[in-house]
Nanobody, 122 residues
Framework: QLQLVESGGGLVQPGGSLRLSCATS????????IGWFRQAPGKERERVSC????????NYANSVKGRFTISRDNAKNTVYLQMNSLKPEDTAVYYC???????????????WGQGTQVTVSS
C-alpha cells in the first residue's frame, strides 16, 4: 500500500538543472525519512541525499554537496531533489526510498520507487 513514484528525469547538458520528484501514497509522509539514491551501470548504489521526517535535518554525499538540494512538502506528499550544475558523472538511475531514519545503509530503506533516468551529456 505504501508506494513511491519518481519523476522528472531526462537528458540535460552539463551545467544544466533538473528537479526530481518523489510522489508518495499509502502513508503519512512525515512519518518517514526519505532518501535519494542513484546507481550507474557497473557501479554500486549510493545514497546522494536524505531528509528527516520533519524536514529539519538533511545530508548529502560529498559528490553533490553545494549542487543538490533536498526538500519535502508533506502537504503534497512529495519529496524533491533539485539538481544544479549537473555533471556527466551524475548520470544514473535515481531512486527515492523511505526509512524510519536518515541512516547511510541502503538496507534500512524498506520502500523504493521504480527509478527515473538522469542523463547528463552534450
Amino acid at each position: 500500500q505504501l508506494q513511491l513514484v519518481e519523476s522528472g528525469g531526462g537528458l540535460v547538458q552539463p551545467g544544466g538543472s533538473l528537479r526530481l520528484s518523489c510522489a508518495t501514497s499509502g502513508f503519512t509522509l512525515n512519518t518517514y525519512a526519505i532518501g535519494w539514491f542513484r546507481q550507474a551501470p557497473g557501479k554500486e548504489r549510493e545514497r546522494v541525499s536524505c531528509i528527516s521526517r520533519a524536514g529539519g535535518s538533511t545530508n548529502y554525499a560529498n559528490s553533490v554537496k553545494g549542487r543538490f538540494t533536498i526538500s519535502r512538502d508533506n502537504a503534497k506528499n512529495t519529496v524533491y531533489l533539485q539538481m544544479n550544475s549537473l555533471k556527466p558523472e551524475d548520470t544514473a538511475v535515481y531512486y527515492c526510498a523511505a526509512s524510519q531514519m536518515c541512516v547511510s545503509s541502503s538496507n534500512a530503506y524498506h520502500y523504493w520507487g521504480q527509478g527515473t533516468q538522469v542523463t547528463v551529456s552534450s
